[in-house]
């Protein structure tokens, strides 16, 4: 299984990014899919984490009410809206699925927010 990552880079506070990423098989046959980030110094937090059979995403404290998660059959692809960005939003975000008690982890796209 593969997750390809995309869609970070450098936007100003207050500004709005989209992540994507797609998986290699149909994300339909994973149990979970979200993102985490790991921001320099500190351990990898979840972000988001999206049940595919309940079709419901549950999100770290931080950014609830901010970010979103959601999902593209057609394109197999699932993505991260975040919008109001913050200077604490700075860090490597990870795709992510689960699949049979076995976690697969994207490459990584690095988003920085300046302030």
């Known amino acids: 299984v593969q997750l390809q990552a995309s869609g970070g880079g450098l936007v100003q506070a207050g500004g709005s990014l989209r992540l994507s990423c797609a998986p290699s098989e149909s994300f339909y046959n994973f149990n979970d899919m979200g993102w985490y980030r790991q921001a320099p110094g500190k351990q990898r937090e979840v972000v988001a984490l999206?049940?595919?059979?309940?079709?419901?995403?549950d999100y770290g404290d931080s950014v609830k009410g901010r970010f979103t998660f959601s999902t593209d059959g057609a394109k197999n692809t699932v993505y991260l809206k975040m919008n109001r960005l913050k200077p604490e939003d700075t860090a490597v975000y990870y795709c992510?699925?689960?699949?049979?008690?076995?976690?697969?982890w994207g490459q990584g796209t690095e988003v920085t927010v300046s302030s």
């Open positions: 999206f049940s595919i059979d309940r079709g419901t995403a």
């Open positions: 992510y699925a689960q699949q049979s008690s076995r976690d697969y």
